[in-house]
């Protein structure tokens, strides 16, 4: 499948399953790696080497309630020292890429309308945090999400325009495939455009449930495969969706989309 490395956004007590299922990594929230000790990520490394997979990609990078990048508020030096300790335990579960989401902690406060400042606090932020990770190893990818949670960085246009603005090798972009259904961008076109910044993909059903043989969006699904196809993509993709079911049953039906449409 193109060299693609495929992976279920899920917590580390389900890797096990992830990996029956036939998936290559999981993808767990790395502010999780915050507050476990580091006799407890010893065990999950242990487990991955046990069981043969890890944590190559994490999202969450923040903390919604104790990190602010923008606005009066923001707390860059809070969240460097928090840095300074997940990054270290990323890349001990195997982490090659922290996502960043965190919507609530980027987004403009009630009354600060100062884009262009929210832009410099976000790219500030940005290249703190690249210079942390890439110590590790570890590339940031920008998630734009769904215009209904974050008022800034919504489309993946944004996404890369603020990925240039951070001008760190190591800061790239995501493409969510749910939140670009939700702002109504031509998905085929911003993955094939965007090729060359694009780190990382979010997949899931046009509903944010697991994606299936049988559901009623395959002709989203073949619009975005051929778009990943198109772009010559073969980094990682995660499944990151709500369960309909049995949770293995649900990884086993995603993994048999994947080779419906990623066939060569």
Not at 38 to 66: R, S, T, V, Y
Not at 166 to 180: G, K, P, S, T, W
Not at 244 to 263: H, N, P, R, T, W
Request: glycine content about 6%; proline content about 3%; aromatic content about 12%.
């Amino acid at each position: 499948m193109n060299n693609i490395r495929l992976g279920i956004c899920t917590d580390p007590d389900k890797a096990f399953i992830v990996k029956k299922a036939g998936f290559d990594f999981y993808e767990p929230k790395a502010f999780d790696m915050y507050s476990v000790t580091d006799e407890q990520i010893d065990e999950w490394a242990k487990m991955h080497e046990d069981i043969g997979i890890k944590a190559e990609a994490m999202n969450c990078m923040l903390i919604g309630d104790k990190h602010q990048v923008t606005g009066p508020a923001a707390n860059h030096d809070v969240i460097r020292e928090y840095l300074l300790t997940i990054v270290p335990r990323c890349a001990r579960m195997g982490c090659k890429t922290i996502v960043f989401g965190s919507a609530w902690s980027r987004n403009m406060p009630d009354g600060f309308c100062d884009r262009d400042l929210a832009y410099k606090q976000i790219c500030e932020y940005l290249q703190m945090a690249a210079d942390i990770c890439a110590e590790y190893d570890i590339n940031i990818a920008i998630e734009p999400l769904s215009a209904t949670v974050t008022n800034i960085v919504s489309y993946v246009s944004e996404g890369h325009y603020v990925a240039r603005l951070a001008q760190r090798e190591n800061v790239r972009l995501l493409v969510d495939f749910y939140a670009a259904s939700c702002n109504y961008e031509s998905i085929y076109g911003e993955l094939v455009g965007y090729a060359r910044t694009m780190e990382h993909l979010h997949f899931s059903a046009v509903d944010r449930k697991y994606p299936r043989r049988d559901d009623a969006y395959s002709k989203e699904y073949a619009v975005f495969f051929n778009g990943v196809k198109d772009s010559g993509f073969n980094r990682r993709i995660s499944i990151e969706a709500g369960h309909i079911g049995d949770e293995y049953e649900d990884m086993l039906e995603a993994m048999a989309v994947f080779k419906q449409y990623l066939q060569d």
